[in-house]
């Protein structure tokens, strides 16, 4: 597969980089569907309301004659274009395919439920899942500026800072990083321009540079990699054409290459693969079509074929899959409608299912799930409202429930999670607001804290405090109409930036118009809207319809960002806008009902005159401004362009009308014209009661 790799709207078909970050959501091309058919819709926003992102596989429903590839690129356009502006990012949608992937925020999400050319709508992993990585005894974080930290037990360099030191807190080992994983002594990074590198040890060639050894620093092994999956003693990559390859330890067929022969350099096993996952001793892997397939050692029925035999080449286990996990004797599934499914070993409870029965095939444990990861024999899953969970296995306190007792069922352990990750006997987390996590064995630093004491319960990983709030500002204001007329409503149209470096909820945008004084909550003409995830630098519109106008007078409008709706709330001044507006007194509807022209056909060089009836038919008296006649004016009139003049109306009663005459009009050039009247004390040419209340003449100017 070509991937064509979007940027950020506005300029979809203009910007295009190799950035293996976007990579990392390689498109699931499922079943299509004959509406935007979301697979659970309410789990998506949910989903989206607690990141502030989300990232989305969508089919596209061309016209029925767009079996042709650039059929589908346009409709591919199109749709991107309909999203608001600054509401998604990472595009990516391989040459000729009807799918594709990008990142959306809540504005993002709701226009492509809504798309017509949107088939169906279903989340498509979490990529920030690939920022950490959880190893047998040390651990690995991508910070959001692409550099790589690590800590914990080193003793075969698996830190790669060139030493075989355990690290107490987190050292820094790489910069542009977008996605990494942690083996047993060995580990790996993706770096921006896709490129594949490794350290550790490597006696059965799992760093797939064609020794064994020790490398304390990183080796590039592969380029064009899109995602890595590291494990005990062998290695699984993701090329960006979709290519699958493995190396290292196949002792039980776990390289999926048909063979049992270690590998010290990389095999290609698949094509058109997704995503994957390395366990201990077998490898899990989901192709484009959404199919799961696994191979390797099988003992615990750790493959999910109904077996308990090892292969060697894939078989095929499950179908409508959108992420894999597979722990040291078991496996989860998450499938496309974020139901999880669980199979293999079960001793120590780690299917959740609320059993200690192994399973041949797989068995459903939740629903509503965005992500998984198992570890060795413990399973963490983050649900779509940003929950942890954790079952399994609780030596040293893996699980976070404050306990080391096995859980044999889900139990609750965070909130407002966005990443986790499962390693031997301790787990990792980052939350939305930025902090790191880690809780359980720390017997070599690997929860990065500082000591080796084990942690039942999480504790924050030192240099990943939580980053600053968000700080939501108003940053424009529009109003409909400009002038809205006397005791009328109106709307405003409301600009919100996060320019914050996170994530974050804005939660209420206040609008205050027309109050007396003090302002406050709940005073006439006080309105407000709610607002879910807005990710760092991205902006949002909102509009807030039903504003009372008032009485006629200069006016202000004040917007600002405030929850709480406290009028004493110390970032008020920052975060507030003002409009200035005017409300228009009412008065009644003034119409052109009839024009007379003398002589009605002029000649060139002449003058002539526009003899035009105007008609209050308004309820009430008022005066009617001006009259404006347009004659002979070029293609784009305007006011006081040659041939316009104007009349004073005065005031009518309610249905009376009056006629008036306009001399001194130019006859102009020879042949058909018209003459324009109407209404219009502002002489403005978008006004939006022109088509209202003007009437036309149409005449020829004789030679």
């Known amino acids: 597969m070509i991937f064509g790799i979007f940027l950020r709207h506005p300029e979809p078909r203009d910007q295009r980089a190799a950035t293996i970050g976007l990579c990392l959501m390689l498109a699931l091309n499922l079943a299509q569907g004959q509406a935007a058919e979301p697979t659970n819709p309410a789990a998506l926003r949910d989903q989206v309301a607690v990141v502030g992102w989300l990232a989305l596989r969508v089919e596209l429903r061309a016209p029925e004659q767009a079996a042709a590839a650039d059929n589908l690129e346009q409709t591919a356009q199109d749709l991107l274009f309909a999203l608001p502006a600054g509401s998604y990012d990472g595009v990516q949608r391989a040459a000729g395919s009807a799918s594709l992937t990008l990142r959306v925020d809540a504005a993002g999400l709701d226009a492509l439920l809504l798309s017509p050319l949107a088939a169906t ?37 698996q830190l790669g800072d060139g030493t075989t030191t355990d690290r107490l807190t987190p050292i820094q080992v790489l910069t542009g990083v977008t996605a990494v994983s942690a083996g047993n002594v060995h580990t790996l990074a993706v770096r921006t321009d896709a490129s594949l590198w490794a350290w550790g040890y490597s006696v059965y060639g799992q760093l797939g540079d064609g020794t064994t050894g020790t490398r304390s620093v990183p080796v590039q092994i592969l380029t064009n990699v899109a995602a890595v999956s590291a494990t005990n003693l062998h290695t699984l990559a993701i090329k960006t054409d979709g290519g699958l390859w493995a190396w290292g330890f196949n002792n039980y ?195 990065g804290d500082g000591t080796t004491m084990n942690r039942p319960s999480p504790v924050p990983v030192t240099g990943f405090a939580a980053a600053p709030a968000p700080d939501f500002v108003v940053t424009g204001v529009t109003l409909n109409p400009l002038d809205p007329s006397a005791n009328g409503t109106f709307s405003a149209t409301v600009t919100v930036r996060n320019q914050g470096t996170v994530s974050g909820a804005p939660g209420t945008v206040q609008i205050w118009a027309n109050q007396t004084s003090p302002q406050g909550c709940s005073a006439v003409g006080n309105r407000s809207a709610s607002m879910t995830g807005l990710g760092a630098g991205a902006v949002r519109n909102v509009t807030v319809s039903g504003l009372p106008a008032g009485s006629a007078g200069a006016k202000t409008l004040r917007v600002f960002v405030d929850s709480q709706c406290q009028t004493a709330e110390p970032d008020e001044t920052n975060n507030q806008f003002i409009k200035a507006y005017t409300v228009r007194q009412s008065r009644p509807d003034f119409v052109v009902t009839r024009i007379v022209l003398t002589p009605a056909s002029p000649r060139v060089g002449a003058t002539f005159s526009a003899a035009v009836t105007v008609k209050n038919q308004g309820s009430m008296s008022g005066n009617g401004g001006y009259l404006d006649v347009w004659a002979d004016q070029p293609t784009a009139p305007t006011c006081r362009a040659d041939g316009d003049t104007f009349a004073s109306v005065g005031t009518l009663a309610a249905g009376a009308s009056t006629t008036l005459t306009v001399d001194g009009l130019l006859g102009g050039t020879p042949g058909a014209k018209t003459l324009r009247a109407f209404v219009d004390s502002y002489c403005d040419t978008q006004e939006t009661s022109e088509n209202n209340n003007q009437k036309t003449a149409v005449y020829t100017v004789a030679p």
């Not at 899942?129 to 075969?156: E, F, I, P, Y």
């Not at 080391?404 to 006997?425: C, D, F, I, K, Y």
Request: hydrophobic content about 40%.
């Open 253 to 447: 067929g776990q390289l999926g290459d048909g063979t049992t022969t270690n590998r010290s350099t990389p095999v290609q096993v698949l094509s058109g693969v997704a995503a994957m996952s390395a366990g201990l001793l077998h490898s899990l892997a989901i192709q484009t079509d959404g199919s799961l397939w696994a191979w390797g050692w099988n003992e615990y029925a750790q493959l999910g074929d109904g077996a308990t035999t090892n292969r060697s080449t894939p078989v095929q286990v499950l179908t409508g899959v959108a992420a894999v996990s597979a722990g040291a004797y078991h496996t989860l599934a998450l499938k496309t409608d974020g139901s999880l499914w669980a199979w293999g070993a079960n001793w120590y409870g780690q299917l959740g299912d609320g059993t200690t029965t192994d399973r041949l095939t797989p068995a459903q444990v939740l629903t509503g799930v965005a992500a998984v990861s198992a570890g060795s024999n413990h399973t963490l899953a983050l649900k779509t409202d940003g929950s942890l969970w954790a079952w399994g296995s609780n030596t040293g306190g893996a699980l976070g429930d404050g306990t080391t007792e096995r859980r044999l069922a889900p139990v609750e352990v965070l909130t407002r999670v966005t990443a986790m990750s499962a390693g031997n006997s301790h787990s990792l987390a980052r939350k939305t607001d930025g902090s790191l996590w880690a809780w359980g064995g720390n017997s070599r630093s690997q929860l």
């Open 121 to 157: 709508v279903a989340a498509a992993g979490n990529p920030e899942m690939q920022r950490l990585a959880a190893g047998h005894a040390h651990s690995l974080a991508v910070k959001t500026d692409g550099s790589l930290w690590a800590w914990g037990g080193n003793w075969g360099a």
